[in-house]
């Protein structure tokens, strides 16, 4: 599927004084999922997704962006409304968990044309010390059209905010936060 994420600021003055940071990054989740019926209107659906998340930013100079690629994991309560029908709409939400497994920074710098493209690694920017977790709370909605030969086309959107704060220090306070 695809994203669009970005990050909140908790620190109210870095909210209001680095307006560039925090604009909206697009990536991808990709990944399996499975359903476990507990009746014909309820279910359980795991998912173990691959998920890129971050933002972009611009400042007087360059601009640019940050990714954070994430292993995510989550269990969500479905429920079907009208589950006899053709088309089905479905409401779900869940607790998730995210795990880093890389991140990348990309700037252009607009004096030279210059683009820098560098591997960010745990604990080793000069200005964050990241956390190496994600989590927090994922809602959405899916259509279900059915199909013969009980086949279904799925479409659907979620969002996830996340509660646990990007860098380990906490100096900027941000949180994850992700359309799909």
């Known amino acids: 599927g695809l994203n669009i994420s970005s990050v909140r600021f908790e620190n109210e003055t870095l909210r209001t004084s680095m307006k560039y940071i925090g604009k909206p990054k697009y990536g991808y989740n990709a990944g399996i999922s499975a359903d476990f019926y507990l009746s014909d209107a309820l279910l359980l659906q795991t998912d173990f997704l691959y998920s890129t998340k971050g933002f972009a930013y611009q400042q007087t ?24 029908n053709e088309v089905v709409f479905s409401v779900f939400m869940s607790p998730f968990f995210g795990y880093w497994i890389s991140g ?36 959405g909605v899916e259509l279900r059209f059915s199909q013969p030969y009980n ?12 509660m646990f704060s990007t860098d380990v220090e906490n100096v900027d306070g941000w949180r994850n936060r992700t359309f799909s």
Do not use: C, M, W
């Open 61 to 84: 100079y360059s601009k640019g962006n940050k990714q954070f690629n994430y292993g995510i994991t989550s269990i969500a309560g479905k429920v079907f409304f009208n589950p006899e």
């Open 104 to 139: 990348e920074r990309t700037d252009l710098d607009f004096r030279t044309g210059n683009i820098r493209v560098d591997e960010i690694y745990l604990n080793s920017d000069t200005t964050f010390n990241y956390n190496r977790y994600d989590g927090g709370i994922i809602g």
């Open 151 to 162: 086949r279904f086309f799925h479409i659907g959107a979620k969002y996830e905010q996340g």
